[in-house]
């Protein structure tokens, strides 16, 4: 029997190419072209890779940027979809103490989210863990990842009732591309994310996002 993963995957990635030439008239997704294509991308080696969508999670990455440093030495991979989240991303690491010999933060645009694309990504890259903060759940980078044996930790997870629905119509899809590790903010969200998929560890934390404004 053919399965979803095996249909849905080359059609996610041919509607990316078909879709590429439109994407490039955006301003938006024009700032970052070439990093969002992987143009001219080398190897360099990240213990972590942290994506955040926007401005809200880009605070959150750098929450957790900081408690990872303090604690130990690592060479960490920020990357946001928005030039917002770039933004935010850039002016906290200018205003963080300074690091750990031997630790590093790299921030760059997030590649698109074309499986072939996210494979040479992982390559080039070779994060022993990704994390993805509240709902960024990629079917590319999900499916390099689980095809590369590299773990993914969601994190300050969130799923909202709509959404919910929505991930329920592919349901077979998402369990065989999952998360390693869902930490969600409440025993509700918790719930939500276990209809989705068959990860083993679905666990509750405090919500970090109300650290920072406490």
Known sequence: MVSKKTILLPLYNLLWTAALPALSVSPRLREGWSDRLLVGEGPEKRDVWIQAASGGEAYLAIEIVQRLLSARRGRILLSSGTSQGLGVLL???????RMKEGSSVRVRYF???MPRLMRKALRLWRPRVVVLL?????PGLLWACREARVPVVVLNGRLSGSSLKAYELFKGFWESVGPSEIHAVSPEEGERFRRVFTTPQVGIMKNIKFDRIS
């Open 134 to 138: 509240e709902t960024e759940l990629w």
């Open 111 to 113: 590649p698109f989210d």
């Open 91 to 97: 002016g906290s690491l200018r205003q963080m103490p």
